[in-house]
């Protein structure tokens, strides 16, 4: 099964501040997801970034927010911008896993847990 | 709307004290129901995946059953080490590989 490397895997920051989080994959695969759990909340989905073409968000989630890059098949990034306390969060980086019946099962990066003073 | 409730919330057991975790959901065609394992710190750990009612896999100490309405994780003998937060998810009819989750059951054995 593929690794997913994340980072940071944790940081505490300021209010008004913008930071992105980086996820490494060691295999090459064509979708990466974004999710992120609050605190007592369920796993949410941020949105899916495709290799080439812009990623695809959520309702509830927009592109000036949480801008996403994905410059080739094993890496993307998520930023987190103008950061107020409600963004302290985990912020997950998904991949799928396999083909066919096996396509829709998710793997998971260790996440990234943010702290918004 | 897709929707996963899952109870108990918490749940702690003795060592070897057998129960059985549930999940149930609302989803217009069921594509999949997935459990998976959060340890504290980690990103979730996949344990099974259900596609149809009547459906059931086991993987060590877990048994995972679907019905048309809800999902149980029964958990047998249980040991310290199966300590963790356990999430159901289901697969919505749109969005590829989208899951929706619920907020988790978590589970604290005792020795």
């Known amino acids: 099964s593929a690794v997913i490397s994340q980072k940071p895997s944790r940081d505490i920051c300021q209010r008004g501040t913008s930071l992105t989080i980086q996820c490494q994959v060691d295999?090459?695969?064509?979708?990466m997801f974004w999710y992120r759990q609050q605190p007592g909340q369920s796993l949410t989905l941020i949105a899916t970034a495709n290799q080439g073409s812009e990623a695809t968000y959520e309702s509830g989630f927009v592109i000036d927010k949480f801008p996403i890059s994905r410059p080739n098949l094993t890496f993307s990034t998520l930023t987190v911008s103008n950061m107020s306390p409600e963004d302290s969060s985990i912020y997950l980086c998904?991949?799928?896993?396999?083909?066919?019946?096996?396509?829709?099962?998710?793997?998971f990066g260790a996440g990234s847990r943010l702290t918004v003073l | 709307e897709d929707q996963v409730t899952q109870s108990p919330e918490a749940l702690r057991l003795q060592e070897g004290e057998s129960s059985s975790l549930n999940c149930s959901y609302t989803v217009s065609g069921l594509r999949g129901l997935f459990w998976y394992r959060q340890d504290p710190g980690k990103g979730p750990e996949f344990l099974f995946t259900?596609?149809?009612a009547g459906e059931e896999k086991e993987k060590e100490r877990l048994k995972a059953t679907l019905t048309k309405k809800e999902s149980f994780l029964h958990i047998t003998a249980p040991k310290p080490e199966d300590s963790a937060t356990y999430l159901c998810?289901?697969?919505?009819?749109?969005?590829?590989?989208?899951?929706?989750f619920g907020t988790g059951t978590r589970l604290l054995v005792s020795p």
């Open positions: 998904s991949i799928g896993l396999g083909g066919g019946a096996g396509a829709n099962v998710l793997t």
């Open positions: 259900l596609y149809s």
């Open positions: 998810a289901v697969q919505a009819p749109t969005g590829f590989q989208k899951l929706v």
């Open positions: 295999s090459q695969v064509t979708m």
